[in-house]
Structures are given as structure tokens and as C-alpha cells.
């Protein structure tokens, strides 16, 4: 069964600290990853993309890794703002299947002063 | 503005009746996406079109609901008879189709409330 699971399901952090959420999956045969942020009452917006040959991306302060062996991504933030208290979803795409598309259920991060 | 754009943001109604909201997608996009989501959750599928072609519905999607895409533009999703359980964000989006990369791009959304 294709699911997309993340981790943890919430996160409180001190402005100017660094964190990492996590998601883990098991779509197959996968085609990518997709990080989405989602801002209270907002539409999500994707933040980077990760295929198969790709370990490692980068988008300002977001870093993206992907382990395709084990089926796993993080995305780390570094030196948050309070502008980075979102929901962070990860969506995976297989290759296959008319939608073929599939959500996690977000991680809320809260930047607080 | 030419992203993905929703009416109403906002939507209050009282159990029983019926609503609907419009979704006009990215002009170029052929494909769209309706989905539920409630708080605290992602985004769950409810039904997509390709061009005027609904080509999948989520088994969410009950037989109150119906979704339209006429002449593969706009799309309109129809609420009959609401349920207090039906209150949730409605997602819409919309992405080319070709190719397994192509970004998902959403609405705001419509926060429908049932009393």
C-alpha cells in the first residue's frame, strides 16, 4: 500500500534554531518527492523537488536530503525565522496510476521569540 | 495574478443545505484537482479531471458531491444536503499533465463551515 508517513507531527523551536523534519514512504515504483509548505489558511506551496538520482537539494535556508534505499527525506531548516511556522507536507509521486499522487499529513512547525 | 484562484474563501451554511465552490486553474493546466483537508491533516484526494474529464473520485466522495469541468476550464464542486461533518478546507489544483515533475500548484482554498 502506498503511504507517506512524517515526523514529528509537531514541532515547537526557538527563533535562530535549526530542525529536521522527517518523512518516510512506501510508494512504488517512485518519480519523486515533493516538500510543500503550508501557512495557516493558505493554500500549501511547494519548496523543492527530489527525484531518484538526487541526494541532496538545496532552497535558502531548506535543505532537502533523499535516501531512495531506504525510502526516507528529511527537510532541514536552518536558523529559523517566525516566518517558517507552517505546516510542512511531504508528497510523494509514483510512476504509475492515473493519480498517483500521495500526501503526508504535514509536520506543524512553530518558530517562537 | 495567474495562479490557481478559489470562491468563496470563506463559506458558512446551515446543515442541509446546499453549496458550491469554482476553482479556476493556471490557464495551461489540463489537469485538476479537488481534495479535503481538515485541520491538523494533509490534504486528502477527492476527485481529478483531465481536460472536461473526470478521470478518478476518491471513495470520499460521496454521492452529495459532484464535481464539473466543463469545456476543461473552470471546475465547480457541489455540496448537496450538508453535513456538520462536511466543514473542512477545499483545496484546489492544478498541474500539466506529461511527465512524472510537473509541480502541483494550489488555490487558496474555501473553508466551508456547516452549523
Known amino acids: 500500500k502506498n503511504q507517506v508517513e512524517q515526523s514529528p507531527q509537531s514541532l515547537i523551536i526557538l527563533e535562530g534554531k535549526n530542525c529536521t523534519l522527517q518523512?518516510?514512504?512506501?510508494?512504488?515504483?517512485?518519480?519523486?518527492l515533493r516538500w510543500y509548505k503550508q501557512d495557516t489558511g493558505r493554500g500549501p506551496v511547494s519548496l523543492t523537488i527530489m527525484t531518484f538520482s538526487e541526494n541532496t537539494k538545496s532552497n535558502g535556508r531548506y535543505t532537502a536530503t533523499l535516501d531512495a534505499d531506504t525510502k526516507q527525506s528529511s527537510l532541514h531548516i536552518t536558523a529559523s525565522q517566525l516566518s517558517d511556522s507552517a505546516s510542512y507536507i511531504c508528497?510523494?509521486?509514483?510512476?504509475?496510476?492515473?493519480?498517483?499522487?500521495?500526501f503526508g499529513t504535514g509536520t506543524r512547525l512553530t518558530v517562537i521569540p | 495574478d495567474t495562479g490557481v484562484s478559489q470562491d468563496p474563501r470563506h463559506k458558512i451554511t446551515k446543515r442541509g443545505q446546499n453549496v458550491t465552490f469554482r476553482c479556476d486553474p493556471i490557464?495551461?493546466?489540463?489537469?485538476l484537482y479537488w481534495y479535503r483537508q481538515t485541520l491538523g491533516q494533509g490534504p486528502e484526494f477527492l476527485t481529478y479531471?483531465?481536460?472536461?474529464?473526470?478521470?478518478?473520485k476518491s471513495r470520499l466522495l460521496s454521492d452529495r458531491f459532484s464535481a464539473e469541468r466543463p469545456k476543461g476550464s473552470f471546475s465547480t464542486l457541489e455540496i448537496q444536503r450538508t453535513e456538520q461533518g462536511d466543514s473542512a478546507m477545499y483545496l484546489c489544483a492544478s498541474r500539466l499533465s506529461g511527465g512524472d515533475t510537473g509541480e502541483l500548484f494550489f488555490g487558496e482554498g474555501s473553508r466551508l463551515t456547516v452549523l
Open positions: 518523512c518516510n514512504y512506501t510508494v512504488s515504483p517512485f518519480s519523486n
Open positions: 479531471f483531465q481536460n472536461e474529464a473526470q478521470l478518478e
Open positions: 490557464s495551461e493546466h489540463n489537469r
Open positions: 508528497v510523494v509521486s509514483s510512476q504509475t496510476g492515473a493519480n498517483n499522487l500521495f
